[in-house]
Nanobody
């Protein structure tokens, strides 16, 4: 089992920045990939970015590409999502998710472990 705890959300003005953190615990040695998803009211959960635990290989969804950076600190079992140039449409609950398998890409169904979510609100 893997436990995930997100932090770092909040209220920020458009154009501002936030850094979200995802602290993993438990069987972190089994993690293959960690991803950030977001879900706004009435919308489906969508991927934001993902990172392969072993070598740091990353993927970014088009809406955040160029504005966000996902990074890991293996010593702390923590993944970060730095978001810059925030827009009102970035407002969502952001979730951290982990998978044990290499068949984990952009669908929420590929991930077995989830955090509780952290709210990000961007005011215009």
């Amino acid at each position: 089992q893997v436990q995930l705890v997100e932090s770092g959300g909040g209220l920020v003005q458009a154009g501002g920045s936030l850094r979200l953190s995802c602290a993993a615990s438990g069987r972190t040695d089994t993690i293959y990939r960690i991803a950030w998803f977001r879900q706004a009211p009435g919308k489906e959960r969508e991927i934001v970015a993902r990172i392969r635990w072993s070598d740091g290989s990353t993927f970014y969804a088009d809406p955040v590409k160029g504005r966000s950076t996902i990074a890991r600190d293996n010593a702390k079992d923590t993944v970060y999502l730095q978001m810059n140039g925030l827009k009102p449409e970035d407002s969502s609950v952001y979730y951290c998710a982990a998978s044990n398998t290499l068949y984990s890409f952009n669908s929420p169904t590929h991930y077995d472990y989830w955090g509780q979510g952290t709210q990000v609100t961007v005011s215009s």
